[in-house]
């Protein structure tokens, strides 16, 4: 990928797209994460297109990471994740508390969340370890 590619089908656009995740998910495949959306390009930028999967997933509210496993793709957002097929794009798992604040802390082998009472972020947090074949 170079600086001067076009992102995502954003044609002539000066205006950068809020990437806040980028993984490189095969050698001529990107996963980028940003706004409320999830979205596969290649080296170039351009949205990959599949007969059999969803290139594009757009979730309830704005993530701020997003993990690829083999079906589907998590996206991680301040209240919680929701996680969405890749074949159909709809919501296949959901952990959502607006009383609690989430933050992906891993995602390398072992997908890591923190959680912790949003009205006392100073308090100690709770760990979880969400177990699910990761697309390597």
Known sequence: MNGSSVWAGQQHSSTPLPIN??????SDTVLL?????AMFVNREGIQKQSVRTRSSLTYSVPISSVVCLEGGVLGFHKSGMEGRSLQTG???????????????LSSA??????SRVAADTTNSSNLYVLTSR???
Do not use: P, S, W, Y
């Open 134 to 136: 990761l697309n390597e």
């Open 109 to 114: 082998r072992m997908i890591i969340l923190e």
């Open 90 to 104: 709809r919501v296949e798992a959901e952990v959502r508390d607006d009383t609690k604040i989430f933050r992906l």
């Open 21 to 26: 995740t980028l993984l490189q998910i095969e």
């Open 33 to 37: 994460g940003f706004n409320n959306q």
